[in-house]
Structures are given as C-alpha cells and as structure tokens.
C-alpha cells in the first residue's frame, strides 16, 4: 500500500489519471466528509446526503479529466456537490411544491384533513400539473421558472423586465387562482 498522506491533491489526480486506484482511494478519504456535510446542510437529509456526496464524488472522479487546475480540486469538487444537492432539491419539489403552496395558504384546517384522506400526494399532483396546465401562457411559465426550475426573484425580474413586486404579485395571484380552482378539481376526481 502507498503512502499518499504528503503528496498533494495534483500529484493525486496526476496518479488517478493513470489509473491508480489507491490514490482516488486517497483523494476520496480527504473530500468525502466534505463533500457528505456540504450535502447535509442543503437536503438536511443524512441518507440522501450519503447518497449525493457519493454521485459528487464520482462525477469529479469521472470529469477529472476536464479539470484544469484553475482552481483547487477542493473547490471544483464543492461546486460539482452544490449542482448535485440543488438538481436533487428540485426533483423533490417538483412533486410537492404546488400541493404544498396550496395547503399552506389555506385557511380552514378541514381543507388539509379532506386532501389527506381523499387522495394520495401522486393524484394531488396530478391535478395540480394540470390546474396549471390551464393557466395562461405567462402565468404558466411564472410559476415554473419560480417553483420547478428555482429561478429567484431577481432573476424573473430579468427575463420579465419588471419590477421585483410586479413578479411577487404575479406569483401570488396565480398561485390564487390555482388554489380556488383546486377544491373543485379534487371533487371531480
């Protein structure tokens, strides 16, 4: 077995680049915790932490042939973890974020019970997606550039070329309007 605590992270991806597995062995041990705790303080999930932190790490094994050395593999393999948390987080709201604006502006708690009991989350889904699916173009494109793709605020101002309060109350009057046509779509299911 090699002795790689002195050698830096360069001569290990030099080494790794070669094919030798004990030196990815080396450069893992000293970034997966890293990598693991980057992962936990965005999913706040320890099991989909371990998860995320080791397709992060693969992905930096498997790109570190386009690493350039512009910047630490230190940084580079923070930024390759940060997009794998940030496309997890947006899968997992993709499914619940609509339900979930919906229940939480609500009002009466009786609401929230008949959601619960009556269907499941896939079938709330489901009417939520087409709900919105029947908003108008721009209405429709709002919410999923806010809520699926994550886009801020200021960002929307931009591609919308309004103010920040034009956006929020855009949001929020279709996000009304999806949550008054809501009730009477679960009815009809």
């Given amino acids: 077995?090699?002795?790689?605590?002195?050698?830096?992270?360069?001569?290990?991806?030099?080494?790794?680049?070669?094919?030798?597995?004990?030196?990815?062995?080396?450069?893992?041990?000293?970034?997966?915790?890293?990598?693991?705790?980057?992962?936990?303080?965005?999913?706040?999930?320890?099991?989909?932490?371990?998860?995320?932190?080791?397709?992060?790490?693969?992905?930096?094994?498997?790109?570190?042939?386009?690493?350039?050395?512009?910047?630490?593999?230190?940084?580079?393999l923070y930024i390759i973890t940060h997009r794998c948390c940030l496309?997890?987080?947006?899968?997992?709201?993709?499914?619940?974020?609509?339900?979930?604006?919906?229940?939480?502006?609500?009002?009466?708690?009786?609401?929230?019970?008949?959601?619960?009991?009556?269907?499941d989350q896939t079938e709330a889904n489901d009417i939520m997606f087409g709900l919105i699916n029947h908003l108008p173009a721009e209405e429709r494109e709002l919410l999923i550039q806010k809520y699926y793709k994550g886009e801020s605020i200021k960002t929307l101002q931009k591609i919308y070329q309004i103010s920040s309060s034009a956006i929020k109350m855009r949001l929020k009057r279709s996000k009304e309007k999806l949550n008054q046509s809501f009730p009477l779509a679960l009815a009809m299911s």
């Fill in 1 to 76: 077995m090699k002795n790689f605590d002195k050698k830096s992270d360069e001569e290990l991806i030099e080494k790794i680049l070669q094919n030798d597995h004990e030196a990815q062995g080396e450069l893992y041990s000293r970034y997966y915790h890293v990598a693991f705790n980057k992962c936990v303080s965005m999913v706040k999930d320890d099991d989909e932490a371990f998860d995320l932190a080791q397709e992060a790490i693969l992905k930096a094994f498997d790109g570190l042939k386009y690493f350039r050395g512009d910047s630490t593999f230190s940084t580079w």
């Fill in 87 to 119: 496309q997890a987080l947006r899968k997992r709201s993709k499914n619940i974020v609509y339900v979930d604006n919906f229940i939480l502006s609500k009002e009466p708690d009786n609401q929230t019970e008949y959601i619960n009991e009556s269907i």
